[in-house]
């Protein structure tokens, strides 16, 4: 998650960082969604397609070639290694989701 910051906010300044956790059932097992999100982050239409096509990899060879943050590399090979989600959404302020898996983890309604 520290890689995914990072990454969010390398080369912005006087800029808002919003992180939001929640407790989400996922085909009933438990998960935390954290959205990571950054109001001055601001890419090219062309990084933003390499940063969604890169958090879709599951290969490992071709996320470490990809042409992103090296930041970003680290998290989304940690986050195939632990089978953790990894989602970007450029229309969104390019909006980062990490999900997470409780499977040990009980919720109540």
């Known amino acids: 998650m520290l890689n995914l910051i990072t990454q969010s906010i390398s080369g912005t300044y006087r800029g808002m960082l919003h992180i939001k956790c929640e407790f989400v059932l996922v085909n009933r097992v438990p998960h935390v969604n954290i959205d990571i999100e950054n109001s001055k982050f601001e890419l090219h239409k062309k990084d933003n397609i ?43 302020g390019a909006k980062y989701t990490l999900r997470l898996p409780l499977p040990n983890a009980e919720m109540s309604p």
């Open 50 to 92: 390499k940063i969604h096509k890169l958090t879709q990899e599951k290969e490992f060879i071709n996320v470490i070639c990809a042409k992103v943050d090296v930041n970003l590399k680290i998290a989304k090979v940690l986050a195939n290694s632990l089978d953790w989600s990894l989602d970007f959404n450029a229309f969104k």
